[in-house]
T-cell receptor, first 114, second 115 residues
Framework: GNSVTQMEGPVTLSEEAFLTINCTYT??????LFWYVQYPGEGLQLLLK?????DKGSNKGFEATYRKETTSFHLEKGSVQVSDSAVYFC?????????????FGSGTRLQVQP | NAGVTQTPKFQVLKTGQSMTLQCAQD?????MSWYRQDPGMGLRLIHY???????DQGEVPNGYNVSRSTTEDFPLRLLSAAPSQTSVYFC??????????????FGPGTRLLVL
């Protein structure tokens, strides 16, 4: 079956530090890959996505590249801000018949200190 | 556009009680789904629907029922609540029923506590 593995948190960084959150996956076929972010007290919102191998998704200074050879989709940001403090979820959808469900990783909490 | 709305925001139930979690979207999305979020486990799919009148089970469907009589609404029913159903519930929707590449939009969640 499909699965997503994320690095465990919490990740604590100082403002302007470099961020990497690792994500690897197992899936049949050619999945689409997503990063969702959950700010405190809110629902999830899409941060970025990539739908085929070697695609790079980017948004708000965050980037992730779809690496089929290593089955990875690591999230990076060059300089984090306090406002980036949230829980980040790596997720995938695979072209299983009829289902559009997201398979999520367990989430990584990021805490950015001033 | 209100997007995806959920009610209530928070609910306390006693074991054995029933209730319905409401979910509505005003984006004319075909696909709607329910997830539960538990600590350290990410989100898991309960039920989903690819259009009015069509529903199917997800990963953890036991103890929950759904129906989809309109495009806009997708309520989740707990028939006899159990403490194991204490969780945060999220409803999500997306436009297309094809390919799985589209963005899913999430509601703000319902926090449920079963005593």
């Amino acid at each position: 079956g499909n699965s997503v593995t994320q690095m465990e948190g919490p990740v604590t960084l100082s403002e302007e530090a470099f961020l990497t959150i690792n994500c690897t996956y197992t899936a049949t076929g050619y999945p689409s890959l997503f990063w969702y972010v959950q700010y405190p007290g809110e629902g999830l919102q899409l941060l970025l996505k990539a739908t085929k191998a070697d695609d790079k998704g980017s948004n708000k200074g965050f980037e992730a590249t779809y690496r089929k050879e290593t089955t990875s989709f690591h999230l990076e940001k060059g300089s984090v801000q306090v406002s980036d403090s949230a829980v980040y979820f790596c997720a995938l959808t695979s072209p299983d018949t009829g289902r559009r469900a997201l398979t999520f990783g367990s989430g990584t909490r990021l805490q950015v200190q001033p | 556009n209100a997007g995806v709305t959920q009610t209530p925001k928070f609910q306390v139930l006693k074991t054995g009680q029933s209730m319905t979690l409401q979910c509505a979207q005003d984006m004319n999305h075909e696909y709607m789904s329910w997830y539960r979020q538990d600590p350290g486990m990410g989100l898991r799919l309960i039920h989903y629907s690819v259009g009015a009148g069509i529903t199917d089970q997800g990963e953890v469907p036991n103890g929950y029922n759904v129906s989809r009589s309109t495009t806009e609404d997708f309520p989740l029913r707990l028939l006899s609540a159990a403490p194991s159903q204490t969780s945060v519930y999220f409803c999500a929707s997306s436009y297309s029923r094809t390919a799985g590449k589209e963005t899913q939009y999430f509601g703000p969640g319902t926090r449920l506590l079963v005593l």
